[in-house]
């Protein structure tokens, strides 16, 4: 492979964690080219030719531009997709920004996600197909992990007969929404404990996740990039461990290797290079599954630990694509 074949690195303008890959791409001497989809305009541009080749291989062929480095889109070897960002477009009246952004999503975004001889850590559709948590559920307890009691519904019948089956029951968003006051500050979605009595008529009007409480005594977040498995026990004792990063510490530990494989076999199942595992552990020691992030943030613990988790996303990217 030519040394001269950058990375692509798609995030936001601040993104530590994406940071920490460049650095170590920096180190091995292999170009970066990072840009933000929201940049289009003045400070990215983009040409790509489909038809005029022969050769099936170097399809879409054509240019990428930002202020600092321009690439062919065939010589892209590798792309990090981070934490991207799209225009919105807000000086236009609205039915012109959706145009406009429909425009970006469908002509850069497409154009990205079809570069050739490229390793996508991890392609953008794929990410999105593995972010529904029915699938994630459905392909660990297909893979033999161990998932606790789980209700999806929107009948409050149903949800208080699981509630009451199971007594100690969670609620748990299905996918992460950004949400803002009135008066811009932002809230989040935490893991919560429910009753049946809680749950009232609202329930109806979209799916909830309910999910029988296990009694854990830690969790464990699970990185795994390409053959490489990163496990951190956290302890705290907090039902949310996100809630309060104060209150953590942090082990590197080993997994069980049938756990070990059946998670890098889920990653497989979605096409996926990396992804983040929560798990939970009870007190007779035994891991719990409870959910995928498959672009997850990872910075913070091997800021904690001291484990080369960047490194090992450098490796990949630095490998490119493989038959």
């Given at each position: 492979m030519n040394d001269a074949e950058p990375?692509?690195?798609?995030?936001?303008?601040?993104?530590?964690?994406a940071d920490m890959v460049i650095t170590e791409l920096n180190k091995r001497g292999v170009p970066v080219v990072r840009f933000d989809p929201s940049d289009i305009g003045d400070?990215?541009?983009?040409?790509?030719?489909?038809?005029?080749s022969t050769d099936s291989q170097a399809t879409p062929a054509g240019t990428l531009r930002?202020?600092?480095r321009t690439t062919?889109?065939?010589?892209?070897?590798?792309m990090y997709w981070r934490r991207p960002t799209w225009p919105h477009f807000d000086h236009l009246d609205a039915p012109d920004a959706r145009y406009a952004e429909a425009q970006v999503r469908h002509g850069l975004g497409g154009?990205?996600?079809?570069?050739?001889?490229?390793?996508?850590?991890?392609?953008?559709?794929?990410?999105?197909?593995?972010?529904?948590?029915p699938l994630q559920l459905a392909t660990a307890q297909r893979l033999g992990l161990t998932v606790p009691p789980t209700l999806i519904s929107n009948d409050l019948a149903t949800i208080r007969e699981f509630i009451t089956e199971h007594d100690r029951v969670i609620f748990k968003a299905l996918r992460w929404t950004p949400y803002r006051r009135n008066d811009g500050v932002g809230l989040t979605t935490w893991t919560e404990p429910v009753t049946a009595d809680e749950v009232d008529e609202s329930v109806t009007v979209t799916p909830h996740l309910f999910q029988a409480q296990v009694p854990k005594v830690a969790d464990v977040r699970v990185v795994v990039v390409g053959p490489t498995v990163f496990a951190v026990r956290i302890?705290?004792?907090?039902?949310?461990?996100?809630?309060?990063?104060?209150a953590l510490?942090?082990?590197?530990?080993?997994?069980?290797?049938d756990v070990e494989r059946a998670l890098t076999a889920h990653l497989d199942h979605f096409g996926l290079a990396s992804g983040s595992f929560d798990l939970c552990v009870t007190p007779d020691g035994d891991l719990h599954w409870?959910?995928?992030?498959?672009?997850?943030?990872?910075?913070?613990?091997?800021?904690?630990?001291?484990?080369?988790?960047?490194?090992?996303?450098?490796?990949?990217?630095?490998?490119g694509a493989t038959q």
């Amino acid at each position: 492979m030519n040394d001269a074949e950058p990375v692509a690195v798609v995030t936001e303008v601040d993104d530590v964690t994406a940071d920490m890959v460049i650095t170590e791409l920096n180190k091995r001497g292999v170009p970066v080219v990072r840009f933000d989809p929201s940049d289009i305009g003045d400070h990215l541009s983009l040409s790509a030719r489909f038809g005029d080749s022969t050769d099936s291989q170097a399809t879409p062929a054509g240019t990428l531009r930002t202020p600092s480095r321009t690439t062919t889109l065939e010589g892209v070897r590798a792309m990090y997709w981070r934490r991207p960002t799209w225009p919105h477009f807000d000086h236009l009246d609205a039915p012109d920004a959706r145009y406009a952004e429909a425009q970006v999503r469908h002509g850069l975004g497409g154009t990205l996600f079809a570069l050739p001889n490229c390793r996508y850590v991890n392609h953008p559709l794929s990410n999105r197909t593995a972010e529904h948590k029915p699938l994630q559920l459905a392909t660990a307890q297909r893979l033999g992990l161990t998932v606790p009691p789980t209700l999806i519904s929107n009948d409050l019948a149903t949800i208080r007969e699981f509630i009451t089956e199971h007594d100690r029951v969670i609620f748990k968003a299905l996918r992460w929404t950004p949400y803002r006051r009135n008066d811009g500050v932002g809230l989040t979605t935490w893991t919560e404990p429910v009753t049946a009595d809680e749950v009232d008529e609202s329930v109806t009007v979209t799916p909830h996740l309910f999910q029988a409480q296990v009694p854990k005594v830690a969790d464990v977040r699970v990185v795994v990039v390409g053959p490489t498995v990163f496990a951190v026990r956290i302890d705290s004792d907090l039902l949310d461990w996100r809630a309060d990063y104060s209150a953590l510490t942090y082990t590197p530990m080993a997994l069980p290797i049938d756990v070990e494989r059946a998670l890098t076999a889920h990653l497989d199942h979605f096409g996926l290079a990396s992804g983040s595992f929560d798990l939970c552990v009870t007190p007779d020691g035994d891991l719990h599954w409870l959910e995928l992030n498959p672009n997850g943030q990872w910075g913070w613990l091997e800021d904690e630990t001291g484990l080369p988790i960047a490194a090992a996303f450098a490796d990949l990217l630095e490998q490119g694509a493989t038959q």
